[in-house]
């Protein structure tokens, strides 16, 4: 697996760099689901040269994976390194999950003045894994919200029961066009039913020349 650093490029010139910097504040932990997945898609799949992913994962030691936490946190590291560029994007990937609609609501508003991107899973990041896979969603039948992302977590397992690899992040296509599929409200912020909007993500990655759909 081919290790990659964006310490070079934050504190590089930004008129001296040639890579997109794109910066993924995250709801999980660096052991989490999503810290993985994104450093297996950079290692498996995308085009290093044209685009850099850093992400910035929630620390367990101060409990801010909370949505406004998460902005908090991505407007801190661009206060320290101010990366901007007319071509760097900002991503908060947040879970849909418990979380009270009102607060997402206003994180939601501020995250579009700042000109930041929402990639919000409904109910869990976890789903954007398993449309890796299917897109046979019927292992969610008869479970409620509070109990929806558990479901989901444990149906990943049996998928993918050798966890998050660059062969997994190697379907992404396959879970773009899934999860677009899933997405019949487009306008809306975040799916209000089962979906993810992680795919605007792997869309944005191919319309910086960093990811191509196989032939």
């Not at 997109?20 to 290692?43: H, I, S």
């Not at 992404?172 to 809306?188: F, G, Q, S, V």
């Amino acid at each position: 697996m081919k290790k990659r650093s964006t310490s070079g490029l934050l504190v590089r010139p930004t008129q001296r760099r040639d890579a997109w910097l794109f910066v993924l504040a995250l709801e999980g932990e660096r052991t989490g689901a999503e810290f993985k997945y994104f450093r297996a898609l950079e290692d498996g799949a995308l085009d290093g040269s044209r685009v850099r992913l850093h992400s910035l994962p929630t620390d367990p030691a101060v409990h801010d994976s909370a949505p406004e936490k998460v902005l908090a946190r991505l407007r801190r590291f661009l206060e320290k390194y101010e990366p901007r560029t007319d071509r760097d994007q900002y991503w908060l990937v947040l879970d849909l999950d418990t979380w009270p609609v009102e607060a997402l609501g206003m994180v939601a508003q501020e995250a579009a003045r700042a000109g930041y991107r929402l990639a919000i899973s409904n109910p869990c990041f976890e789903l954007w894994l398993v449309l890796h896979e299917t897109e046979d969603l019927g292992f969610l039948e008869g479970f409620g919200p509070p109990k929806r992302s558990g479901a989901t977590k444990r149906h990943l397992g049996e998928l993918y029961p050798q966890g998050i690899t660059e062969t997994l992040a190697a379907n992404c296509w396959a879970a773009r066009d899934r999860a677009h599929a899933l997405d019949t409200r487009p306008d809306e912020r975040w799916p209000n039913d089962t979906g993810t909007h992680v795919y605007r993500l792997i869309d944005a990655l191919a319309d910086a020349g960093a990811l191509t759909r196989p032939a």
